[in-house]
């Protein structure tokens, strides 16, 4: 008798309530999302989500099959935490089906005053081993982690044959290997930190200028990158920019790629990964439908035991990709 493959859940960024219709339609199993205020680490101008619409989308997906998380994941700010925790109480008012929390203080609140609601513990801490795992379980009943994008494969499988709670891997979109959790490099350059206002680049500090026929990219009065004229300009963080350093020239910090780990759903799964994310919050609708749709086209594929098409998702990356930082270091 040939084993049954388990079926992981398939979790899709929603930045708007049309975008979270399209996510659940295109067969996500869950949507994540987040209110239109820095509670939230996707927040931008135009995103995001009121009570009443969270409550109205939430209604949609569970109509559809579909649970809602609901990311509270920045750090509030000293004399500000009834900002948070007037969130998560209007997060289990909708009828969220869980919370993503990153900060110590907000999951203890979370978990004396809204016992009931299920706490899923954000990248944004970047819980990486067990011993960490197990102290967010045993004390405050977190459900799931999500895990960091600096892990590996094997380190994945060994976390999770020590620990009881659910892990979910982000699968595609943006790579970010650097401590998350911890973004100081922003922090430093506009005086606002991504991991408490929401957004590593704030619309205001970004300034884009031509300098001959080069592009040249700005984040808080430093400059960051320089395009040559018919070259896609990068988004502009200063983890990705390009400086000159010890003689070298290029990206310092880190290389402006992709996640895009399809080819690894089978091994994710064997190490005992419960969710893959999908990372996007701020794509458009017509990114959503296509992402989603091919995802869950290589998990259907894979539970049914067909091959995942190889290269489903690549016209869909942005540039190069990896499966790695993340996972396994595999360019192409």
């Given at each position: 008798?040939?084993?049954?493959?388990?079926?992981?859940?398939?979790?899709?960024?929603?930045?708007?309530?049309?975008?979270?219709?399209?996510?659940?339609?295109?067969?996500?199993?869950?949507?994540?999302?987040?209110?239109?205020?820095?509670?939230?680490?996707?927040?931008?101008?135009?995103?995001?989500?009121?009570?009443?619409?969270?409550?109205?989308?939430?209604?949609?997906?569970?109509?559809?099959?579909?649970?809602?998380?609901?990311?509270?994941?920045?750090?509030?700010?000293?004399?500000?935490?009834?900002?948070?925790?007037?969130?998560?109480?209007?997060?289990?008012?909708?009828?969220?089906?869980?919370?993503?929390?990153?900060?110590?203080?907000?999951?203890?609140?979370?978990?004396?005053?809204?016992?009931?609601?299920?706490?899923?513990?954000?990248?944004?801490?970047?819980?990486?081993?067990?011993?960490?795992?197990?102290?967010?379980?045993?004390?405050?009943?977190?459900?799931?982690?999500?895990?960091?994008?600096?892990?590996?494969?094997?380190?994945?499988?060994?976390?999770?044959?020590?620990?009881?709670?659910?892990?979910?891997?982000?699968?595609?979109?943006?790579?970010?290997?650097?401590?998350?959790g911890r973004c100081s490099l922003s922090s430093h350059a506009t005086g606002k930190s991504p991991n408490m206002n929401g957004v590593c680049s704030p619309p205001s500090h970004v300034l884009y200028r031509e300098e001959g026929d080069d592009l040249v990219a700005e984040l808080g009065g430093w400059t960051i990158d320089r395009t040559p004229k018919g070259v896609p300009a990068p988004y502009p963080t200063l983890c990705k920019g390009r400086f000159s350093a010890g003689g070298y020239s290029g990206h310092v910090f880190?290389?402006?790629?992709?996640?895009?780990?399809?080819?690894?759903?089978?091994?994710?799964?064997?190490?005992?990964?419960?969710?893959?994310?999908?990372?996007?919050?701020?794509?458009?609708?017509?990114?959503?439908?296509?992402?989603?749709?091919?995802?869950?086209?290589?998990?259907?594929?894979?539970?049914?035991?067909?091959?995942?098409?190889?290269?489903?998702?690549?016209?869909?990356?942005?540039?190069?990709?990896?499966?790695?930082?993340?996972?396994?270091?595999?360019?192409?």
């Amino acid at each position: 008798m040939v084993a049954e493959i388990f079926r992981p859940e398939l979790v899709c960024p929603a930045g708007t309530p049309a975008a979270l219709r399209t996510a659940v339609e295109a067969g996500a199993d869950a949507v994540y999302c987040g209110f239109r205020d820095e509670t939230n680490a996707r927040n931008f101008p135009g995103l995001n989500f009121s009570p009443a619409e969270l409550t109205e989308s939430i209604r949609f997906a569970h109509d559809h099959g579909a649970k809602v998380l609901v990311a509270i994941n920045t750090f509030p700010r000293a004399g500000a935490e009834t900002l948070w925790h007037d969130a998560v109480a209007r997060a289990e008012g909708a009828g969220a089906d869980a919370v993503i929390l990153a900060d110590l203080g907000l999951v203890a609140h979370a978990t004396v005053k809204h016992p009931k609601l299920r706490r899923h513990l954000s990248v944004q801490a970047a819980a990486s081993n067990p011993d960490v795992i197990r102290f967010w379980a045993a004390t405050f009943d977190i459900k799931r982690v999500v895990l960091p994008r600096v892990l590996t494969v094997p380190e994945i499988a060994a976390i999770n044959l020590e620990i009881s709670c659910e892990t979910e891997v982000f699968v595609f979109g943006g790579l970010c290997v650097m401590a998350e959790g911890r973004c100081s490099l922003s922090s430093h350059a506009t005086g606002k930190s991504p991991n408490m206002n929401g957004v590593c680049s704030p619309p205001s500090h970004v300034l884009y200028r031509e300098e001959g026929d080069d592009l040249v990219a700005e984040l808080g009065g430093w400059t960051i990158d320089r395009t040559p004229k018919g070259v896609p300009a990068p988004y502009p963080t200063l983890c990705k920019g390009r400086f000159s350093a010890g003689g070298y020239s290029g990206h310092v910090f880190e290389d402006p790629v992709s996640l895009d780990a399809a080819q690894l759903i089978p091994p994710l799964i064997e190490a005992g990964v419960t969710a893959f994310k999908i990372e996007g919050r701020q794509r458009s609708r017509a990114y959503t439908q296509a992402v989603v749709g091919a995802f869950r086209k290589a998990i259907d594929d894979h539970v049914a035991g067909r091959p995942i098409a190889s290269d489903m998702t690549k016209r869909l990356a942005e540039g190069q990709t990896t499966t790695a930082g993340a996972y396994k270091k595999t360019w192409r």
